[in-house]
């Protein structure tokens, strides 16, 4: 090998880091023929075998044959490789968990101990598992794990090894992935894997370029030493650099070179006799590596002499009972030669000869025999052959290549006569469940392209399966923001559900209902409130399990928006719990939006934090809207409570996540927390973030109060502490802001307008101060007044309706100053925003000033000149300055903070939580954590997190010495 001495370094300085503990991801990348495989093989040759600790080297090779690969094949053979290399008895052990090792089961085989285990449809399982093997081998070996070829690798494969790839997990890891660059194309799976990988932190590119002329004519040197100087000129020049053309050329005996690569290529094939080119054109349509006993169905003409020869000129190279070209290119342009119809009889060849495999059991061979039944014509066995593909694929908690695989049978399904039959389903029926896996993993546009594809095809035959499908379209519109796209297919699915009955008709509608209350406008609270439970009921009489998922799902965000809360809490608690894989993130996203109306911010940023881990797992691919929503939901939690920091990270990461077309009402969400964050940290709006807000004026009622929220509060924060004319008209800005609440799809949503009303509260208080009047205030103050009296008890609802109160209350001195001490005191329980807390303080304060309690009013002004701007409430604190400058008050400095309390928090954290701590205490990592405790460095991180949030710590030291501190008292369990 030549002139590659500073990627090979690249190589060594990643393999090194691994030695100190870093895992590592190395990304290979260049031009086919540019030596990628080279650069590697040179790299584990000069790996000490002496090492300690001893390095295990595994491969696993992507395989190209067809659009849709087996699920995990390259993930499968290099677990083989490990296995055989660390011995089975380690590699049981590094599993750990005998739940864990049945899940590794289902992409091999060989580990099951009794029968199949019976699985949940969830790939994240699968990534822990490995993740949990990889890490716990990786404590007393250094793996060095190589993946070639990933430009083919199947959907499944790309979405496991994204969790695998950007952890930090792993004590001795280095992984090596080698990626062909005229292969990977924009919007690609591979493409897509290659950009987020490449942006970890633990990630190294590799980019092999070409050859410059002087090591072009040093590798010509090498090979054939005996080359004239004017054919290593023409050698040279022709091959521009690139080895694998070089190598081919130097084999040219003739005086005229070859003008294409495929001439290159083939040039080397004509050399061969009859019989060895026929065997090698027999092969490239078998794929990159075809078993001998299967080669030797197709092609029993073939003699070893012959595969022999083809060995010996470097075509081929035979590795364990197998063949395989020596380069990709060789294979590509030997089955490029083969007329369409010699192509065809070929493909049908191997299907043939592995039917009767796939008869007995082999069911990994289906994907492979499906794409040869396909590319051999006959459709009816390639639809056969796809259905027990994809079962495979669901087994192996492949759920992308599964999608892929349900794809291909539902545009074969017209073509096959007796499809149904062949299916053992309806169209309409394999439609629903392809469209919920592509909802489970946030799969919008493919989850839309099957739906509208597949009501075409329906046609009038089934109107209940052609419900069912609009009701997923619906589904789909409304998880892309696309609300009038999802109102018209609920209008069809019902309009088509009319005129039938039976169960799956009442089942269809209760999800359809279900979803129609969501937007529903209801005047009267109650009634709608018998709607629901007459949807629940009916849904109860005729859904499965798995359809009743999403119908407690969208019935919890329909009592949530008008006011329900405790009810929609206890229903969402139920859909959480029962859900499978295709509704367990759907239910999630309601379940913060209900802990965050119930004003339970440190719960809801949890589950979002957990739930972007899960949706990780899943293979949800960014710019989908999840990862995004849940991002938001995140920043919106740390911001109520005062955690700015986690609030702005958390901001940046879902900003970039929002895809550059499409993505308005994502940027909208962003920009409203952004600017509520400003404005009440005393900064101007930023005018892009202004018109980024525009985007959700057509949404719904939870957007569009945000907006009206963070205008008001805008026109009012700036002028608090102002007077005169300028006050006057930022009040009546604040009054037009609110101007959309006599739209009645807004002013019945209850439980949004609890979220709005400490802003218009203040806001109908500041016009009564300033003697305005008008239609919109009228407006204002009656949906203020109905938002009061439909607060729930709960403590959220109750501290609102403090607060509210004493907004109103203009009576003598003394009723104000106990107006506000009560909506202060009822503030500080954390049921709402800090913000709102530290401005009811603020108004106690003015209050206090005017009933001249001197002592009161500086006690508070102290307070809040020091915590305010740490809370990001800086507006607070600096009308808090004024207010003690104007009256003459000295605010005295801060005291020095009591030393806190050892068990606060201790007694929140659960059983699980506190050991996790013990071992946080100790100084464990996570993945040190993980192998205590039998559970995933991922899960660890969570519990770790969440310890954190329950402690208010900022990071595992200062846990840990709160933990330390409460162990000495006496106080940790």
Known sequence: ?????????????????????????????????????????????GIDSDETPPVVVAVGQCVHLGTIGTPFLPVRRLLRALRGKVGDNAFREAVQAPGRLAVLGAILPELATEGPASLPGNPGLLADAIEQLLVNLSFERHLVLVLEDLHWADASTLDLLRSLAITDDGSHLTIICTFRLDDLHSGDPAAQFHGEVSASRSATTVELGRLAPAHTAELIGELSPGLNPRAATRVAARSEGVPFIV???????????????????????????????????????????????????????????????????????????????????IREAVYNELLPGERAALHEQYARALQ?????????????????????????????????????????????????????????????????????????????????????????????????????????????????????????????????????????????????????????????????????????RLRFRGEVDECLELAQRSCTDTEMGPVLTHAAWALADRGFLLDAARLIERAVEGSLLSGSLAARTVESHVLDLLGRFDDAAEVS?????????????????????????????????????????????????????GGEPDRGRIAVIGATMDTWDGRPLDAAAVEAMTALAGGDADDRLSVMVVTAEDELNRTEDASGLGRRRATEGAVRAFAPLADPSISTHTGDLRAALPAMARTAHRAAAEGLAGEHLAQLIRTRDATIADLGDDPGGLTLRAVAAAEVTQAIEQDVVDAWHAAADAAAAGFVPVRYRLYAEYRLAVALTQARDTTGATRMLSHLIDEAPTKGAAVVGKCARALASRHGIRVTPRREAAPPDPTTGLERLTPR????????????????????????????????????????????????????????HGDAD
């Open 609 to 661: 934090e957990q739930s972007l881990t899960l949706a990780g797992e899943l293979g949800v691919r960014p710019g989908e809207g999840l990862l995004t929503f849940f991002l938001t939901s995140v920043a919106w939690a740390r911001m109520a409570l005062g955690d700015l920091p986690r609030a702005h990270a958390a901001l940046s990461q879902a900003m970039a996540d929002v895809p550059e077309d």
């Open 913 to 968: 939580e506190h050991e996790v701590l013990s071992l946080v205490a100790q100084g464990r990592s996570n993945p040190e954590i993980g192998r205590k405790l039998y559970m995933s460095p991922k899960t660890a991180s969570v519990h770790v997190s969440s310890i954190l949030v329950k402690l208010g710590a900022s990071n595992r030291t200062e846990a840990a010495t709160l933990y330390a501190t409460a162990l000495a």
């Open 1 to 45: 090998m030549v002139a590659r001495t500073e990627e090979l370094g690249l190589l060594r300085d990643a393999f090194a880091r691994g030695r100190t503990g870093q895992p590592s991801v190395v990304l290979v990348r260049g031009e086919a023929g540019i030596g990628k495989t080279r650069l590697v093989e040179e790299f584990i040759a």
């Open 356 to 524: 009767p495999r796939l008869d007995d059991g082999e069911t990994r061979l289906a994907t492979a025999a499906a794409e040869h039944w396909l590319r051999g014509g006959d459709l009816p066995r390639a639809f056969d052959a796809s259905m027990i593909a994809r079962e495979y694929a669901r087994a192996s908690l492949a759920v992308t290549g599964a999608i892929e695989l349900g794809d291909r049978l539902l545009n074969l399904w017209a073509q096959i006569p007796d499809a149904e039959a062949r299916a053992g389903t309806t169209l309409a029926d394999m439609t629903v469940t392809i469209m919920q896996e592509c909802n489970a993993i946030g799969r919008i546009t493919e989850m839309i392209s099957i739906g509208t594809r597949t009501i075409t095809a329906l046609g009038a035959a089934d109107p209940v399966g052609r419900a069912r499908v609009h009701r997923c379209l619906a589904v789909a519109y409304a998880n892309g923001d696309r609300p009038r796209e999802e109102r018209l297919e609920l209008g069809k699915a019902r309009r088509l559900l009319e005129r039938e009955h039976g169960r799956s008709r009442d089942a269809t509608l209760a999800l359809v209902v279900s979803m129609e209350l969501i937007s529903a406008v209801a005047d009267d």
């Open 247 to 329: 190598e081919e050329l130097v084999g040219v005996d003739d005086g005229t070179l070859p003008s294409t690569l495929r001439d290159i290529v083939l040039a080397r094939i004509a050399r061969l006799s009859p019989d060895a080119r026929d065997a090698v054109s027999a092969l490239a349509v078998g794929g990159d590596r075809v078993d001998h006993a299967v080669f030797a169905e197709i092609d029993a003409r073939a003699t070893a002499a012959s595969m022999r020869e083809a060995i010996e000129s470097r075509v081929l190279v035979a590795t364990d009972g197998a063949y395989q070209f020596r380069h990709a290119l």
